[in-house]
Every structure is written in C-alpha cells, then in structure tokens.
C-alpha cells in the first residue's frame, strides 16, 4: 500500500509561482510512475503531467508545457509539480498520484494510489 500526501497549495497571483510537493509512503516508490492531476470546480479531473519511476521521462498536456514541470527524488520518496506563469484557469485541486508501472499514463483509471489534493487558487 502507497500514501501519498499533497503540500504546497495556496493562493497565488497571475503570473507567481508555486511548488507542490507529495510525499509518498513504502519502499516501492522507485519502480512507480507518478502523474499529476487536477479538478477544477464543476469540472472533470483532468491529466497535468507524469514521470517515469527512472530516467526521469516525462509528459505534460499542452496547457501547461512550458510552464509546469515534474521532477522526483526517489531517494526521498518525493515528487513535485513546479508551476511557473500562472494562469487563473489553473486554478484547481491538484492531485498526485501513482501507478504500479514504470511509464506514467494520461489516463487517471491506470493510477493505483491517489493523494487528498491541495487548492491552487490563481488570482487574476
């Protein structure tokens, strides 16, 4: 069993920058790929990103290439979401989560473990 738990939302002016942290539980988080995810109100969650368990492949959806960028520290069981330029329509629950493969997916229904969320609120 995989715990993740989100940190690092908050509110946020058009254009800042936020890091989202999600620390996961258990000796297995090397071999899992891990994706990005959020929900804005009154609509579906939807794929941001994903990274590979190693070699650090990863992909984005196209809102937000060039702006977001995932990276993880498998020595700290860690991975994170850096957000630059940020647009109100980023505004969401950003979810982690994790997979019990080595490639990540865009399709959330691949994802095993799934953490609480935190709110990203961009002003504008």
């Known amino acids: 069993q995989v715990q993740l738990i989100e940190s690092g939302g908050g509110l946020v002016q058009a254009g800042g920058s936020l890091r989202l942290s999600c620390a996961a539980s258990?000796?297995?988080?090397?071999?899992?790929?891990m994706g990005w995810f959020r929900q804005a109100p009154g609509k579906e969650r939807d794929f941001v990103g994903c990274?590979?368990?190693?070699?650090?492949?990863?992909a984005y959806t196209d809102s937000v290439k060039g702006r977001f960028t995932i990276f993880r520290d498998n020595a700290k069981n860690m991975v994170y979401l850096q957000m630059n330029s940020l647009k109100p329509e980023d505004t969401a629950v950003y979810y982690c989560?994790?997979?019990?493969?080595?490639?990540?997916?865009?399709?959330?229904?691949?994802?095993?473990?799934w953490g609480q969320g935190t709110q990203v609120t961009v002003s504008s």
């Open positions: 990274i590979s368990a190693i070699g650090g492949m990863t």
């Open positions: 258990g000796r297995t988080f090397g071999s899992k790929a």
């Open positions: 989560a994790a997979m019990n493969l080595l490639y990540g997916s865009t399709d959330q229904r691949d994802y095993n473990y």
